[in-house]
């Protein structure tokens, strides 16, 4: 209880230390924090959560707007490069049960150029409010949706009986939303407690203006297994659950309503008419694959973590008999029998959740739903979604206890963060394990261990006030201290705004001190395109695929090429298909290969597959919802587009060079001298083994040679092209 009384009442300013990120500065200390250096903002997330809607018909309202993005948020350096797009957002409230709703902003357009919207299929932003005798908001959303929520809130309750705000998570994005709120509680004159964990505190000390933070809101740092009871049964629970990429995750359960909250957890950027995950796997199994691809496999150990600390069983999942006897049995059947039946007969889950309470005693968290920060609540499909979040976890930890790229970097603005996300999906695809770590949340003996354990390593640092920040000084002299280091191949990553003397410093030392580098320098000036993340993810990639060889020397192995192809893969070899070139463009990022694993797939409409290996630069660009042209090469006319294909590319290198090309209307590349052309729009893929197989529809055609017949691509074996 001590814990959880300590830190309350307190100013914030009071209780915490400012660090982040203004203690990054290592230099002449800085007159005002870099936030308003740059007028940007910073903001928070929160535990989300919510509930299939059930029993009494779902109340709903929606607010609906078009905003601009720069109108809504200060003007900072970083923005100047940002798309200005009109986004189209709306707000939605829905009651899930008697004593929870969930405000959720909607945008069918991706928010951001970052890699985990490269489905570009919209996302959401949740927040829930749970009504006890007392009041709490988990969440509050980006500052895309800050109006639109406030304006929402209001409507859905009178602000001043709001009497907690819970926050899963803080990032530099959410505090306009955050600080939008706590102005409107100090002009009722009403004061909130705030929930948060102690990085997240950390964050908001130096972000919050001091008369709000002083007079509107009391904090409270939480402990995991730290409680707040809300009376009615809500006796929420709070977990701490941090991954690099959020050091301040936290999830809240609450067993009235059996509903958890886990921030980012279970999360997928998807944006579509229903609040749940209707239509289940199929509907969103690749949306949450993806955004697990893009944000935990790059630090498995601390998802695998996370995921030991929620010990989720779905309510509705099937009964366990294990270490149970007599009636023990008989009142797991029961339960799991009430539980289908009101889940069946669309009853509030609070009712059916007296009948199943009691499975807490055995440590595990029975739930009805799982609440995320973005996408659908998680109702139907929670058993599979924790099995597929182990598999991949383990997956994940397999690659890594195989081979490691450490990815160690800092980030004040979430500029740097970005590459290192788009380096560290770029290793991964290229099926090598990947470990990041926050320099600004470790300590040297983390990072001496890592690298240590590791094949390779790149390292990232924005510059401020014309230096890199401490945790990054600290973390490269650990590297370079380090004499078996320098047999490892590594990469300089990092994001600036004029000068960039943080990358050239941190290159010119390793280059000085014999380190040897896999990819050419990345420097970013301030928010990553998507070109740059293009030459991120290649890098990340090419920097993979360097450890491999050098691994594959390490044992002694000859080259694949050398080896004698056996009797299955010659005749696998003998499968043959017409030689094409793929060509894709996503805004300013472009790319192309050569294919012959293409074949028809349907009449009706026109489609066909094409096998893809997932290290392919292009790939990024062939998600679903994706367009790209099929270019089919004539028999005789292949050898100046092979040559020019097959060549090692640098990382984002143009693909096209001396070759007759045209820009189709999807954006992709039309070669004048192939015999035809295929504008195409995927539609699906599947995972199959080391490539994923595209299945596209044809959307537009041309014959430009009808005289010359298709070229076919004959191989010697099946284990290579
Ligand atoms: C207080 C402050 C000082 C900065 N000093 C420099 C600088 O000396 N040279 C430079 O190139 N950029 C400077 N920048 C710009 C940052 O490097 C740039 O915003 C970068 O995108 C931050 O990366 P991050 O988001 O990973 O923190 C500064 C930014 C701030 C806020």
Same mark, same amino acid.
């Given at each position: 209880?001590?814990?959880?009384?300590?830190?309350?009442?307190?100013?914030?300013?009071?209780?915490?230390?400012?660090?982040s990120?203004?203690?990054?500065?290592?230099?002449?200390?800085?007159?005002?924090?870099?936030?308003?250096?740059?007028?940007?903002?910073? =903001?928070?997330?929160?535990c989300?959560?919510?509930?299939?809607a059930?029993?009494?018909?779902?109340?709903?309202?929606?607010?609906?707007?078009?905003?601009?993005?720069?109108?809504?948020?200060?003007?900072?350096?970083?923005d100047?490069s940002?798309?200005?797009?009109?986004?189209?957002?709306? +707000?939605?409230i829905?009651?899930?049960?008697?004593?929870?709703?969930?405000?959720?902003?909607?945008?069918?357009?991706?928010l951001?150029f970052?890699?985990?919207?490269?489905?570009?299929?919209?996302?959401?932003?949740?927040?829930?409010?749970?009504k006890?005798?007392?009041? #709490?908001?988990?969440?509050?959303?980006d500052?895309n949706?800050?109006?639109?929520?406030?304006?929402?809130?209001?409507?859905?309750?009178?602000?001043?009986? $709001?009497?907690?705000?819970?926050l899963?998570?803080?990032?530099?994005?959410r505090?306009?939303?955050?600080?939008?709120?706590?102005?409107?509680?100090e002009?009722?004159?009403?004061?909130?407690?705030?929930?948060?964990?102690?990085?997240?505190?950390?964050l /908001?000390?130096?972000? $919050?203006?001091?008369?709000l933070?002083? @007079?509107?809101?009391?904090?409270?740092?939480?402990?995991?297994?730290?409680?707040?009871d809300?009376?009615?049964?809500?006796?929420?629970?709070?977990?701490?659950?941090?991954?690099?990429?959020?050091?301040?995750?936290?999830?809240?359960?609450?067993?009235?309503?059996? /509903?958890?909250?886990?921030?980012?957890?279970?999360?997928?950027?998807?944006?579509s008419?229903?609040?749940?995950?209707?239509?289940?796997?199929? =509907?969103?199994?690749?949306?949450?694959?993806?955004? +697990?691809?893009?944000?935990?496999?790059?630090?498995?150990?601390?998802?695998?973590?996370a /995921?030991?600390k929620?010990p989720?069983? =779905?309510?509705?999942?099937?009964?366990?008999?294990?270490?149970?006897?007599?009636?023990?049995?008989?009142?797991?059947?029961?339960?799991f029998?009430?539980?289908?039946?009101f889940?069946? *007969?669309? *009853?509030?889950?609070? @009712?059916?959740?007296? &009948?199943?309470?009691?499975?807490?005693s055995d440590?595990?968290?029975?739930?009805?739903?799982?609440?995320?920060?973005?996408?659908?609540?998680?109702?139907?499909t929670?058993?599979?979604?924790?099995?597929?979040y182990?598999?991949?976890?383990?997956d994940?930890?397999?690659?890594a206890?195989? #081979?490691t790229?450490?990815?160690?970097?800092?980030?004040? +603005?979430?500029?740097?963060?970005?590459?290192?996300?788009?380096?560290?999906r770029?290793?991964?695809?290229?099926?090598?394990?990947v470990?990041?770590?926050?320099?600004?949340?470790?300590?040297?003996? %983390?990072? #001496?261990d890592?690298?240590?354990?590791?094949?390779?390593?790149? !390292?990232?640092?924005?510059?401020?006030?014309?230096?890199?920040?401490?945790?990054?000084?600290?973390?490269l002299?650990?590297?370079?201290?380090?004499?078996?280091a320098?047999?490892?191949?590594?990469? !300089?990553?990092?994001?600036?705004?004029?000068?960039?003397?943080?990358?050239?410093?941190? %290159?010119?030392?390793? @280059?000085?001190?014999?380190?040897?580098?896999?990819?050419?320098?990345?420097?970013?000036?301030?928010?990553?395109?998507?070109?740059?993340l293009?030459?991120?993810?290649?890098?990340?990639?090419? *920097?993979a695929?360097?450890v491999?060889?050098?691994?594959?020397? %390490?044992?002694?192995?000859?080259a694949?090429?050398?080896?004698?192809?056996?009797?299955? %893969?010659?005749?696998?070899g003998?499968?043959?298909?017409s030689?094409c070139?793929?060509?894709?463009?996503?805004?300013?990022?472009?790319?192309?290969?050569?294919?012959?694993?293409?074949?028809q797939?349907?009449?009706?409409?026109?489609?066909?597959?094409?096998?893809? #290996?997932?290290?392919?630069a292009?790939?990024?660009?062939?998600?679903?919802?994706?367009? &790209?042209v099929?270019?089919v090469?004539?028999?005789?006319?292949?050898?100046?587009?092979?040559?020019?294909?097959?060549?090692p590319?640098?990382?984002?290198?143009?693909?096209?060079?001396?070759?007759?090309?045209?820009? =189709?209307?999807?954006?992709?590349?039309?070669l004048?001298?192939?015999?035809?052309?295929?504008?195409?729009?995927?539609?699906?893929?599947?995972?199959?083994?080391?490539?994923?197989?595209l299945?596209?529809v044809?959307?537009?055609?041309?014959?430009q040679?009808?005289?010359?017949?298709?070229?076919l691509?004959?191989? @010697?074996?099946?284990?290579?092209?």
């Amino acid at each position: 209880m001590e814990s959880l009384t300590r830190a309350i009442g307190k100013p914030l300013r009071a209780t915490l230390p400012t660090v982040s990120p203004a203690s990054f500065f290592s230099g002449a200390a800085l007159s005002k924090s870099p936030n308003q250096g740059i007028g940007q903002d910073v =903001s928070l997330m929160c535990c989300s959560r919510n509930i299939e809607a059930l029993a009494q018909p779902v109340r709903k309202f929606s607010i609906h707007a078009t905003s601009e993005k720069a109108s809504t948020i200060a003007v900072a350096p970083q923005d100047q490069s940002q798309p200005t797009a009109k986004k189209n957002i709306d +707000y939605e409230i829905v009651d899930i049960t008697t004593s929870t709703s969930t405000l959720t902003g909607r945008s069918y357009d991706r928010l951001k150029f970052e890699v985990e919207y490269g489905l570009r299929r919209g996302t959401t932003d949740n927040s829930y409010i749970i009504k006890g005798t007392d009041v #709490a908001l988990i969440d509050v959303p980006d500052e895309n949706f800050k109006e639109l929520f406030l304006e929402s809130l209001k409507k859905h309750l009178d602000v001043s009986d $709001l009497n907690h705000i819970i926050l899963g998570h803080v990032s530099p994005k959410r505090v306009t939303s955050l600080i939008g709120l706590l102005e409107l509680l100090e002009s009722k004159g009403s004061q909130v407690q705030v929930h948060c964990s102690n990085p997240a505190a950390q964050l /908001l000390s130096s972000s $919050l203006p001091e008369s709000l933070s002083q @007079k509107t809101c009391m904090f409270r740092i939480i402990r995991s297994g730290d409680r707040l009871d809300l009376g009615e049964g809500h006796k929420l629970e709070f977990i701490l659950t941090p991954t690099p990429r959020w050091p301040d995750g936290m999830c809240t359960f609450d067993p009235a309503t059996q /509903l958890i909250f886990t921030h980012k957890l279970f999360s997928a950027h998807i944006c579509s008419d229903t609040h749940f995950d209707l239509g289940g796997w199929d =509907s969103y199994g690749e949306d949450w694959r993806y955004f +697990y691809d893009c944000m935990l496999s790059p630090v498995p150990r601390q998802a695998g973590a996370a /995921l030991n600390k929620l010990p989720i069983v =779905s309510q509705f999942a099937k009964p366990s008999y294990s270490g149970k006897t007599g009636f023990d049995i008989v009142k797991a059947d029961v339960r799991f029998i009430v539980s289908t039946v009101f889940s069946a *007969l669309n *009853l509030p889950i609070s @009712k059916a959740g007296s &009948f199943v309470k009691d499975q807490s005693s055995d440590g595990l968290l029975v739930t009805s739903a799982i609440c995320p920060i973005h996408g659908p609540i998680v109702r139907s499909t929670i058993t599979e979604l924790l099995r597929e979040y182990r598999v991949w976890t383990e997956d994940r930890l397999k690659k890594a206890s195989e #081979a490691t790229i450490a990815v160690v970097y800092a980030s004040a +603005y979430g500029n740097t963060s970005a590459l290192a996300q788009a380096i560290s999906r770029g290793i991964s695809k290229a099926g090598v394990g990947v470990e990041t770590l926050n320099a600004e949340q470790s300590t040297n003996a %983390e990072v #001496a261990d890592l690298i240590d354990r590791c094949c390779g390593f790149v !390292v990232g640092s924005p510059t401020l006030g014309g230096h890199m920040p401490t945790p990054v000084q600290n973390a490269l002299g650990v590297i370079l201290r380090d004499n078996n280091a320098k047999s490892k191949p590594c990469g !300089v990553f990092g994001s600036f705004g004029w000068s960039g003397e943080a990358v050239d410093e941190i %290159e010119q030392r390793l @280059k000085d001190a014999g380190f040897s580098f896999a990819f050419p320098t990345i420097r970013c000036k301030f928010k990553p395109t998507e070109s740059m993340l293009q030459i991120c993810e290649e890098s990340g990639t090419d *920097l993979a695929q360097c450890v491999k060889r050098l691994k594959v020397k %390490e044992r002694g192995k000859m080259a694949p090429k050398m080896l004698i192809a056996s009797d299955t %893969e010659q005749a696998v070899g003998r499968v043959i298909g017409s030689l094409c070139v793929v060509s894709a463009k996503e805004g300013d990022a472009e790319s192309a290969m050569l294919a012959s694993w293409v074949s028809q797939a349907s009449f009706v409409p026109p489609g066909l597959t094409i096998a893809v #290996a997932k290290d392919r630069a292009v790939e990024s660009l062939l998600l679903p919802g994706g367009k &790209f042209v099929l270019n089919v090469l004539g028999q005789g006319k292949t050898n100046s587009i092979i040559k020019q294909l097959m060549k090692p590319f640098k990382p984002g290198e143009p693909r096209y060079e001396g070759l007759n090309v045209k820009e =189709s209307t999807n954006g992709g590349q039309i070669l004048l001298d192939a015999i035809a052309w295929l504008e195409c729009t995927v539609k699906s893929r599947m995972e199959t083994g080391d490539h994923w197989v595209l299945y596209a529809v044809v959307d537009n055609g041309e014959l430009q040679d009808d005289k010359t017949l298709s070229a076919l691509h004959y191989r @010697k074996t099946g284990s290579r092209y």
